[in-house]
């Protein structure tokens, strides 16, 4: 066959071509993610890789809800201890008003979060704990959506 051979009207070069194009278009959406894993958001179906699941988890528990402000201890200046990040600290907040059950201690939130992902996604898509009483003041009750509560748990699952 000669490099202008045709084959049902389409010659070898364009064949060729055509089939490199094929296996580029299936590889390339791919490339560089074999290391990362997958989850699907039952509720709507979105795929996350675990990294972009984490860094959004990480945005929402640092940048937007800033739970290290009552999940950190505390040095004696009143800076946050960042050896001890979010594992779990005196509540520093005291209430304006005597409360009977305002909590004296934020539990460890970082590395294994202290309840099953459903029940921390309960508590975070619903402001009810797993006592299936609404969370104390001073945390706040959020209202997350529940894939931005799978990233909440996913990042605070990350660190050690």
Same mark, same amino acid.
């Given at each position: 066959?000669?490099?202008?051979?045709?084959?049902?009207?389409?010659?070898?070069?364009?064949?060729?071509?055509?089939?490199?194009?094929?296996?580029?278009?299936?590889?390339?959406?791919?490339?560089?993610?074999?290391? +990362?894993?997958?989850?699907?958001?039952?509720? !709507? =179906? &979105?795929?996350?890789? /675990?990294?972009? $699941?984490?860094?959004?988890?990480?945005?929402?528990?640092?940048?937007?809800?800033?739970?290290? +402000?009552?999940?950190?201890?505390?040095?004696? !200046? =009143? &800076?946050?201890?960042? /050896?001890?990040? $979010?594992?779990?600290?005196?509540?520093?907040?005291?209430?304006?008003?005597?409360?009977?059950?305002?909590?004296?201690?934020?539990?460890?939130?970082? =590395?294994?979060?202290?309840?099953?992902?459903?029940?921390?996604?309960?508590?975070?898509?619903?402001?009810?704990?797993?006592?299936?009483?609404?969370?104390?003041?001073?945390?706040?009750?959020?209202?997350?959506?529940?894939?931005?509560?799978?990233?909440?748990?996913?990042?605070?699952?990350?660190?050690?």
């Amino acid at each position: 066959m000669t490099p202008n051979s045709q084959t049902n009207g389409l010659s070898v070069s364009g064949a060729a071509f055509l089939c490199i194009l094929w296996v580029t278009c299936i590889s390339l959406p791919n490339f560089g993610q074999s290391s +990362q894993k997958a989850s699907v958001n039952a509720a !709507n =179906g &979105t795929v996350h890789s /675990s990294d972009s $699941l984490i860094a959004r988890g990480k945005y929402i528990v640092e940048g937007l809800s800033r739970c290290g +402000q009552c999940h950190t201890p505390r040095e004696m !200046n =009143g &800076t946050a201890d960042r /050896s001890h990040e $979010l594992q779990g600290a005196s509540v520093w907040l005291k209430s304006a008003e005597p409360m009977e059950d305002w909590p004296l201690q934020a539990p460890r939130i970082a =590395g294994i979060p202290p309840g099953t992902d459903t029940e921390m996604i309960k508590l975070l898509t619903t402001g009810i704990g797993r006592d299936g009483k609404p969370l104390r003041q001073p945390m706040p009750q959020f209202r997350m959506t529940e894939s931005d509560a799978e990233a909440v748990v996913a990042y605070l699952k990350s660190l050690q």
